[in-house]
């Protein structure tokens, strides 16, 4: 996909395909604002150097972007985006009232 250089770009990275109808909801909001929003599987755990693929792949664009890290119960995934991007990234994991109320730390105490 091309993107045009006075664009933005809105990122979203998924730990795993269990998560795509989260990250469907997310990708209808961002485009109701007229943002692209390409969705993408990568698990931080699994496969740490694709992950780095693909933000240089973005960032390479030369455009503003934001990464969405949607990785539901370790939250791994918004860290290692965080440490290897100068651009935001947001966690926003599936929330499971079983495990939800924990797992929120995770995310709201990361490195800066």
């Keep these: 996909m091309s993107y045009r250089k006075n664009s933005s770009l809105v990122v979203i990275l ?3 395909p269990v998560d795509k109808s989260h990250c ?8 109701s604002f007229g943002m692209a929003c390409p969705i993408r599987v990568t ?5 740490t150097a694709k992950i780095l693929k693909i933000v240089a ?5 030369g455009i503003p972007i934001v990464f969405i890290a949607v990785a539901g119960r370790s939250n ?3 860290p290692v985006l965080s440490g290897n991007t100068q651009f935001p990234v947001i966690n926003c994991p599936p929330i499971d ?4 109320a924990h797992d929120i730390w995770s995310s709201l105490r990361l490195p800066s």
């Design 57 to 61: 792949y973005y960032e390479a664009l």
């Design 14 to 16: 998924m730990g795993s």
């Design 97 to 100: 009232n079983s495990w939800g």
């Design 76 to 78: 791994g995934l918004g």
């Design 24 to 31: 469907d909801n997310i990708e209808n909001v961002c485009k």
């Design 43 to 47: 698990s931080a755990h699994k496969s």
